[in-house]
């Protein structure tokens, strides 16, 4: 898949629940509204929790994809 | 956005695998942009301490699968059969068990519960430490970590009565 366009990116390869979504939400909170954050995790479960914490928090998942047990996630601040 | 979505908890407990349960809760609901309240009390309470001692317990968790966190993958996934018994008597094996549980959770990477505590007190979780267990237990407030909020059972219920969640642990 090709890189699409984000002023900030955050590796989160490695670590495991809830430290993705904990980096995420620190990272979002210094960036402007409508900035993308590029962020890449291994663990399985950020797939499901990336989508409940942006349905939740109102920022928007712009997409993500597996990339062979790399979850890459674009997600725009409300 | 409307009115915060309130998460009250109770954390009961202050074994090593029973630490990490409220302050993940915690955390992430607080990332979710909840409003948290964690009540300690009992054992719970030495949660607060400065210098978190929790351990866990092999003995009483006969469940707890003890595997070792070094050396190849298929020596790592082998699951020692540990008799109870043993794990009752032999001096220091909680402590030993202890540090291959923390070996595990860095591998793995797991946050410690030190990191989970400070990003809770960072995004403002209200700390609240049970006034009747420090009697009970001598701890003084000086005990605890800065930002922790000294109450009993009415405290936690004011808070309570006004969540969404409210999970005991």
């Known amino acids: ?78 | 956005m409307s009115e915060p979505k309130k998460m009250a908890l109770i954390a009961s407990k202050g074994t090593l695998d029973w630490a990490y349960p409220p302050f993940i809760l915690a955390s992430t609901a607080a990332a979710m942009e909840m409003e948290v309240a964690v009540f300690f009390t009992f054992y719970g309470l030495t949660l607060l301490k400065k210098d978190i001692k929790a351990k866990v317990a092999p003995a009483t968790n006969p469940a707890m699968p003890m595997k070792m966190p070094f050396g190849p993958q298929g020596f790592q996934n082998i699951e020692w059969p540990m008799p109870n018994v043993l794990m009752g008597n032999v001096p220091g094996f909680e402590t030993m068990a202890t540090s291959l549980m923390k070996q595990t959770f860095k591998n793995k990477g797991v946050a410690t519960i030190e990191e989970l505590r400070d990003i809770c007190i960072e995004s403002d979780v209200k700390l609240i430490g049970c006034q009747m267990t420090m009697d009970v237990f001598g701890f003084e407030k000086d005990d605890f970590v800065d930002g922790v909020d000294i109450g009993g059972a009415a405290t936690f219920l004011e808070f309570a009565a006004e969540s969404d969640i409210q999970l005991f642990i």
């Open chain 1, 1 to 78: 898949m090709n890189d699409m366009v984000h002023e900030q990116a955050l590796d989160c390869k490695g670590l495991n629940c809830p430290l993705p979504i904990l980096k995420t939400k620190k990272q979002i909170d210094a960036m402007q509204s409508g900035q993308v954050l590029k962020m890449e995790a291994t663990d399985p479960g950020s797939v499901n929790d990336v989508n409940a914490w942006t349905r939740r928090t109102g920022n928007e998942l712009v997409s993500h994809s597996d990339e062979g047990g790399i979850y890459i996630f674009y997600i725009k601040k409300a």
